[in-house]
């Protein structure tokens, strides 16, 4: 069946991603989508929404479906414009990076990163971002408190990738305004201003990263920047613009999903107190409870992929050049998967959420992320077991990328 078929926008006036109340809680939507219209069609946007967990886990496997296209034909063979001349350096950067190509250039960019990311490499960073956690909570506790995402949340992952990378610290307080704006090209329809700051932002850190990666290639540190720029124009291993897109996307996906599973997380704990409470009560839940933090209220809500091959889902036909939305926030809140799902259960065990994605686009931050999380709740328990909300928090417009404006507490 064709988009016709189910073609009509009042049928999902209630699927309303630029509404602040849809972006707010957009849950009760998700249930009806996934008992009524599990796939269907999305006019406002051309998408293929896919709204059940089963669905969502399996096209994010499937090689018939891509990040990309552009391997296989170009934008007039898929029915799609051009990109406009001024997106140029926006693209040239992404599609240099791993998130955005298929293999086998996928296969040897992720081959090269992973050195980075083992589980021995990333376990040895735990005493590194426990440090920083420690430091950046006792300074916030002795404040007296404040906006926990920017003065927490947002320089830890900042701070531990910086240094992975080998950004100097002097220049780290750039990199969380180049992240947001090149970040904004991800939502759905971006505004012209919006498109042309992500292009700005692009730029600014292109050029940044490859006089840094130039200097790095005659005068190496033990960084990650020197460890690729050592292997640019080495036969085909990795470009210039590779090595740039490689670091912008760690840099973006590196604290993107950190930050906002931190602000999600503690605004879903206050709503949730006897879940608090439990937590504050036994530190040993932590593991569980950043899993738990990460289904119940997943930053990332959205993730597009285009369809390579004709394919059928739910029963629906969906054709070569099509792109579909799979819905990470209603595939967390299956109940065919998940016990009591709109229940936050800081304990809970069996939870095969899909926050970091499946398949070869796997988040290769994945554990890095964890530690994170797990050594930055728990300095905030520890040195702020009483902290307490002192404003109702508000929603910052995204809504594939879905976070908090502040989270405002007192200590």
Known sequence: MGPGYLGHYDAYVHF?????????HPYDVYDELRRERPVSFFEPTGQWLVARHADVNALLRDRRLGRSYLHVATHAEFGRPDDPEFQDPFWRVIRAGMLDVEPPVHTRLRRLVSKAFTPRMVEALRPKVARIAGELVEAFAERGGGDLISEVAEPLPVTVIAEMLGVPEADRHLLRPWSADICGMYELNPSIE???TAVRAAEEFSAYLVELARARRTDPGDDLISALAQV???GDRLTEEELVGTCVLLLNAGHEATVNVTGNGWWSLFRNPAELERLRADHGLLPTAIEELMRWDTPLQMFE???LEDITVGGMDIPRGSEVALLFGSANRDPEVFADPARLDVGRVDNPHISFGAGIH????????????????GALLRRAPKMELTAEPSW??????RGLTALNVTI
Not at 16 to 24: G, H, S
Not at 368 to 374: C, N, Q, Y
Not at 396 to 401: A, L, M
Request: hydrophobic content about 50%; aromatic content about 16%; charged content about 20%.
């Open 305 to 307: 992929r285009w369809v």
């Open 194 to 196: 919006a498109q042309h």
């Open 362 to 377: 796997f988040c290769l931050g994945a554990p890095l992320a964890r530690i994170e999380l797990i050594e930055s709740f």
């Open 396 to 401: 910052g417009p995204g809504y594939i990328i």
């Open 16 to 24: 309303d991603p630029w509404n602040p109340e849809f972006v707010a």
């Open 232 to 234: 640019v124009d080495e």
